[in-house]
Nanobody, 120 residues
Framework: QVQLVESGGGLVQPGGSLRLSCAAS????????MGWYRQAPGKERELVAR???????NYADSVKGRFTISRDNAKNTVYLQMNSLKPEDTAVYYC??????????????WGQGTTVTVSS
């Protein structure tokens, strides 16, 4: 079974930092683009940051300069370093990845979600 497992969420004060991790595991041939989305209460899910296998990244305007996405291709893992956190960053963060399985099946994977709460 192919899956994404996230970790690193929690409660942090405004101005603080958190680092999210997401690892893909299972019968994977390759993982292509990986990204982080978030969904705040009463709002739609939105893209936070995305990174290609080659390391090209893009960010939502609301997080530019504060968040950094990176990945380790050997570990099929993506990270999101979040600095200068604001209360409006509070949301459930979801990892997403596209790839190919060992049986040449196209993969579109979502993690289970990890909650980030920014509050004093």
């Amino acid at each position: 079974q192919v899956q994404l497992v996230e970790s690193g969420g929690g409660l942090v004060q405004p101005g603080g930092s958190l680092r999210l991790s997401c690892a893909a595991s299972g019968s994977i041939f390759s993982i292509n683009a990986m990204g982080w989305y978030r969904q705040a209460p009463g709002k739609e899910r939105e893209l936070v940051a995305r990174i290609t296998r080659g390391g090209i990244s893009n960010y939502a305007d609301s997080v530019k300069g504060r968040f950094t996405i990176s990945r380790d291709n050997a570990k099929n893992t993506v990270y999101l370093q979040m600095n200068s956190l604001k209360p409006e960053d509070t949301a459930v963060y979801y990892c997403n990845a596209g790839g190919i399985s060992v049986t040449w099946r196209s993969l579109e994977l979502w993690g289970q979600g990890t909650t980030v709460t920014v509050s004093s």
